[in-house]
């Protein structure tokens, strides 16, 4: 599961203007943040700037994320 | 393609989610399938009006098929929720809703001309025909043609009234 909807709800944005401001349909707003949708690169890369941060923190398992940094760190 | 896609089906993809979805129900051969199909069936009912007087079975098979496809690709457009329209809040809603229905008796209009027109010209020209030699004027034109006219657009008008998405409720 993807973090956009946490981080769309901390900006007090709506589906719907996220969805402007990306240049997309807002369903497919909604498909994102359910899991049913894997988008391209160019429309993560999108998200990550209108939601201000980056791939990693929206869509990257938070697991996998602490245990890369765990290996980094050791 | 955009511009073929919204005159056949009167959707257009807005991004790549649409796009893709559209594309794997077939959208973009099936706007050219559906206009060749389109054309084939009125060159031939065309054909049966000038040389033969009556509607041959080989028309109507073309015209069930195209009705068949039709009904399969809306069916697959509703499915996949690609005829949707977003209302922002109750007030959208309410707006989204008059649009449609001010539309709704220019589209009983449209529709009832349509029929009769078509109506007339089968008659016209299969009046030569055994199968269709009775006579018809006007009104015993125009009365089926405003059946026909009524309840598609009442058909239109429900169908738009469902596209109409409440989007804050998925917020």
New interface residues.
């Given amino acids: 599961m993807n973090r956009v909807r946490e981080f769309r709800k901390a900006l007090h944005l709506?589906?719907?203007a996220l969805a402007n401001e990306i240049?997309?349909?807002?369903?497919?707003v909604?498909?994102i943040e359910n899991a049913k949708?894997n988008?391209?690169l160019d429309?993560c890369i999108s998200l990550a700037q209108a939601l201000h941060t980056d791939l990693n923190t929206l869509f990257w398992p938070p697991t996998l994320a602490a245990a890369k940094e765990d290996e980094q760190d050791g | 393609m955009d511009r073929l896609n919204r005159l056949v089906f009167g959707i257009s993809p807005a991004d790549e989610y649409q796009q893709r979805t559209f594309d794997r129900i077939g959208g973009r051969y099936a706007a050219i399938g559906d206009l060749a199909l389109s054309l084939a069936t009125l060159a031939s009912v065309v054909w049966d009006c000038f040389f033969y007087h009556y509607i041959s079975l080989g028309s109507w098979l073309l015209f069930g098929l195209l009705a068949a496809f039709e009904i399969g690709m809306i069916r697959s457009i509703r499915k996949s929720a690609l005829d949707q329209v977003d209302a922002a809040s109750e007030a959208d809603v309410v707006r989204l809703r008059q649009g449609f229905k001010d539309r709704r008796f220019g589209n009983f209009l449209k529709f009832t001309l349509l029929a009769t027109a078509g109506w007339l010209a089968s008659f016209y020209f299969l009046r030569d025909g055994d199968r269709y030699s009775f006579n018809i004027n006007l009104l015993t034109a125009l009365i089926p043609g405003a059946i026909f006219g009524f309840f598609y657009a009442r058909w239109v008008y429900k169908n738009d009234l469902r596209r109409i998405h409440r989007s804050w409720e998925d917020d």
């Avoid at chain 1, 240049?23 to 497919?28: D, F, H, L, S």
């Fill in positions: 709506s589906q719907l240049g997309v349909a807002r369903q497919t909604n498909l949708y988008p391209s429309l």
